[in-house]
């Protein structure tokens, strides 16, 4: 298996540009997750979906991003417009839908904004 | 809600030193807990993990117990080695989802 796989690996773009960041989960997993990594902040949770339905938003920052999933092999996560506070490496993870499967986690997006 | 508290760092050892990490975590159920590491440049991924009172986990020569009596899921290694140098995340879920929490991070530095 390919593991998780994350595009692109960096991002470098200017204030009040549309980013999308892109993850392919291991198939078979019915759980995606989105994070933030700073060092500021640490590992946030933005958002995750089960059996591609978003079940817990409330880590999502403001209306500036948003996350879809159209597929069980899909998933992209906007920012519109970037600021440079959004300035972070962004992982995505998958599991299997039970509590006590691990995540496996993507080599992440290290977004900078200028 | 769950949470994760665990030692902050950096911390830094010698080579063949005796390693530990406090975790600690509040949880209102029953969760499975987990260490993940993070090496430069790349996700985090499962070192060990523990889903009931008293499991041990192990892995590389790394252990952790999981203790309901002291909420506690420390992590420890008798031996570090420079190839350990990384960061170390503790993290729970609960049992009924899939909402896994972590900690801060404890950045580990081993020296030869």
């Known amino acids: 298996d390919a593991g998780v796989i994350q595009s692109p690996r960096h991002e470098v773009t200017e204030m009040g540009q549309e980013v999308t960041l892109r993850c392919k989960p291991i198939s078979g997993h019915n759980s995606l997750f989105w994070y933030r990594q700073t060092m500021m902040r640490g590992l946030e949770l933005l958002i995750y979906?089960?059996?591609?339905?978003?079940?817990?938003d409330s880590g999502m920052p403001e209306d500036r991003f948003s996350a879809k999933m159209p597929n069980a092999s899909f998933s992209t996560l906007k920012i519109q417009p970037s600021e440079p506070r959004d300035s972070a490496v962004y992982f995505c993870?998958?599991?299997?839908?039970?509590?006590?499967?691990?995540?496996?986690f993507g080599n992440g997006t290290r977004l900078t904004v200028t | 809600g769950n949470s994760v508290t665990q030692m902050e760092g950096p911390v830094t050892l010698s080579e063949e030193a005796f390693l530990t990490i406090n975790c600690t975590y509040t949880?209102?159920?029953?969760?499975?807990l987990f260490w993940y590491v993070q090496y430069p440049g790349e996700g985090l991924q499962l070192l060990l993990k523990?889903?009931?009172?008293?499991d041990k986990g192990s892995n590389k020569g790394f252990e952790a117990t999981y203790r309901k009596e002291t909420t506690s899921f420390h992590l420890e290694k008798g031996s570090v080695q420079v190839s350990d140098s990384a960061v170390y995340f503790c993290a729970l879920s609960d049992r009924g989802n899939n909402d896994m929490r972590f900690g801060a991070g404890t950045r580990l530095t081993v020296k030869p």
């Open positions: 949880a209102t159920g029953y969760p499975s």
């Open positions: 979906f089960n059996n591609n339905v978003p079940i817990d």
């Open positions: 993870a998958s599991s299997p839908r039970r509590g006590d499967s691990p995540l496996h």
């Open positions: 523990a889903t009931k009172a008293d």
